[in-house]
């Protein structure tokens, strides 16, 4: 057996195929060992038909994005950006399908957006306060804060120093 590099001059891609040998005849496999260049196949793909790529392995990234991400592939442009209609069908439901989900997307987002502010979950509590006060004001309120924080500290450790006894009678 042994091993052969066969250059492909239209696509300009390598396979490495494998060649057997028996006693009675001599045939080749076509056995691909070598998977192909993903970049030279990438850029023969007309744009429409391209995937946006992202790094999965990111541990910063949402894992509903992953999951989605994982199935469904985004494309890069869609046909009606680019102005291509002359592509199959099938990539046209899938343009139109990935482009209504994006939509809806962005619109549930907003409603919710909307709905957090006029419930008040995307506000302080004390919002309405601190949104008049002044810098001296901000400055008393630090100093307070402070004194408040250093008075729970020394109660904690005294509570902790403090030794109870059990008297049985």
């Known amino acids: 057996v042994s091993v052969h590099n066969i250059n ?3 696509s300009d891609q390598s396979i490495q195929t ?3 040998m028996s006693k009675d005849s001599f045939s080749f496999e076509d056995v691909p060992i070598a998977s192909l260049s993903s970049e030279s196949s990438e ?3 007309p744009e429409e038909e391209q995937c946006v790529t992202v790094d999965l392995q990111d541990p910063k990234m949402d894992p509903l994005e992953w999951t989605v991400r994982r199935v469904l592939p985004i494309p ?3 046909y009606w ?4 209609y002359q592509i199959s069908t099938r990539t046209k439901m899938w343009h139109r399908a990935i482009g209504t989900l994006g939509f809806a997307l962005k619109c549930a987002e907003k ?3 909307v709905l957090a502010n006029v419930s008040g979950i995307n506000s302080s509590r004390y919002e309405d306060v601190t949104d008049f006060m002044n810098d001296e004001e901000w400055e008393t309120a630090r100093e307070i804060a402070d004194e408040a924080r250093q008075r ?3 109660l904690k450790s005294r509570e902790e120093r403090v030794e109870y006894t059990i008297q049985v009678v």
């Open 81 to 84: 950006e680019t102005g291509n």
């Open 152 to 154: 729970r500290k020394e």
């Open 111 to 113: 409603i919710g957006e």
């Open 76 to 78: 890069k442009k869609y």
């Open 43 to 45: 850029q023969d793909l």
């Open 8 to 10: 492909m001059s239209d």
């Open 18 to 20: 494998k060649t057997s």
